[in-house]
């Protein structure tokens, strides 16, 4: 059994039970609207079903009720040991009820801007607090507020660097994707500590570093530097305990003139072993997500998580399938309004103005967002990105382009083009 204690002010009541069932165990989480609601609930524990969350399925309700009484005393100890996590919001009143606490709490700090994330960690009374932190780089483990300091300010110097070289979109990407490329894929060496490997704190010092492990480095400076990027996880077809995980990034770099929405994966271009030379292969950053989704089925890597452009797609699916059959016309408006919600969101992402209604012709929208979704770098252009981020000299970023998924793609005149015009700069 997994019990949880959260602080949430969302909630309507004071406090609610929710109860779930993950893969044969019992996940009971006491949801509390704040602190308050929490010390007060401690002095006088009750488990009763009048406090269970409203479930509108019979069956599923009576379940939940005979769970409650079968584990009542259990639960009422595990949620005396169990200690309170708290979502940190910006809200000063929020902030405030955090620092009256003088018991132990975890710090969900998921979704904070990073100067809000830093004003707290530098309060000064946070010193002397006994607080631990979660964030979503850190892979469900905790920290202590000096590891938090200290994984936040190592990207921060990074980020600062690229400040001062006052890199574009796609030039920060590049830069990061280079630096963090150099690291040898390798996995744990202790299986029960996925962290080491994963967690952001700890790759920062640790050898160990798998495909979480790069994600979480490149979000998190590209989170500082408010470049948007989103994790897409991939399940293995034929795997089922092997999974994967990549990033897709919003692009909309004004120095180059690039829009458009592309996968990275550090991961398949990172090093296999210590002394692998990798420098030239870049085949996996920047690529086009409609051709990211289908090189990773040739893997058997399906997603598993509902993201935002690739859902579209499978709803458009669905949507033409209804169109052909010409019924349930109040099903295809409703797939036709997700279908505009989930296109807006892609343009906000992109930071772009243009927003539709449901008056457009979605097939004309699917069209447009495939285009953005579909194109190719300019291999001068892709060659200039590399000369302002890179110390290689130019026939090693000349080797790196030939061997990019963009030179591959790139039609016959375009590759010799640019064959011949490094020819004459010999």
């Known amino acids: 059994m997994y019990v949880e204690v959260t602080i949430d002010r969302k909630i309507k009541n004071d406090m609610e039970i929710h109860i779930d069932e993950f893969d044969n165990e019992l996940k009971v989480l006491f949801i509390f609207k704040n602190l308050n609601s929490y010390i007060k609930y401690k002095k006088n524990i009750i488990i009763n079903k009048d406090l269970l969350f409203h479930e509108t399925n019979i069956i599923k309700r009576k379940r939940k009720e005979k769970y409650l009484k079968k584990y009542k005393l259990l639960l009422e100890v595990m949620i005396e040991k169990t200690v309170p996590k708290v979502r940190l919001i910006d809200n000063l009143y929020n902030w405030e009820e955090i620092f009256k606490y003088d018991d132990k709490l975890i710090i969900d700090l998921e979704g904070v801007s990073f100067n809000k994330k830093l004003t707290f960690l530098t ?23 000096e590891e938090t300091i200290n994984m936040f300010t190592y990207i921060l110097n990074i980020c600062q660097e690229i400040k001062n070289k006052k890199l574009s979109q796609a030039e920060t990407i590049t830069y ?48 500082i530097l408010n470049i948007n990027l989103i994790r897409v996880h991939w399940k293995n077809n034929k795997k089922e305990d092997i999974g994967h995980q990549s990033l897709i990034a919003f692009l909309n770099d004004q120095k180059y003139n690039l829009i458009g929405i592309y996968g990275i994966d550090v991961t398949w271009d990172s090093k296999k072993s210590k002394n692998e030379n990798n420098d030239y292969k870049i085949k996996h950053l920047l690529m086009p997500a409609h051709d990211d989704l289908i090189e990773k089925s040739f893997y058997n890597l399906t997603l598993d998580s509902d993201f935002c452009y690739y ?34 969101t892609i343009y906000e992402l992109l930071n772009l103005k243009y927003r539709i209604t449901t008056k457009c012709v979605i097939d004309k929208e699917i069209w447009l ?58």
């Open 176 to 223: 990061l994707y280079e630096l963090i490329k150099k690291r040898p894929y390798l996995k744990n060496i202790n299986e029960e500590d996925l962290g080491n490997s994963r967690n952001l704190s700890k790759i920062i010092n640790n050898p160990e570093i798998v495909c979480v492990g790069f994600t979480n480095f490149i979000k998190a400076c590209c989170d």
């Open 311 to 344: 859902s579209l797609l499978k709803k458009y699916e669905e949507y033409n399938m209804l169109k052909q059959k010409k019924i349930n016309e109040r099903k295809l408006m409703k797939l036709k309004i997700n279908m505009i919600e989930e296109i807006n």
């Open 123 to 145: 309060d000064f009374r946070n010193n002397k607090k006994n607080f631990k932190y979660i964030d979503e780089y850190t892979h469900f483990d905790l920290l202590t507020h």
């Open 369 to 426: 967002l495939n285009n953005i979704t579909n194109k190719i770098i300019p291999l001068e252009t892709l060659e200039s990105i590399y000369k302002n981020v890179t110390s290689k000299d130019t026939q090693e970023i000349v080797e790196a382009i030939m061997n990019s998924y963009h030179y591959k793609e790139a039609n016959k005149f375009d590759q010799l083009n640019y064959q011949i015009a490094r020819i004459r700069e010999k």
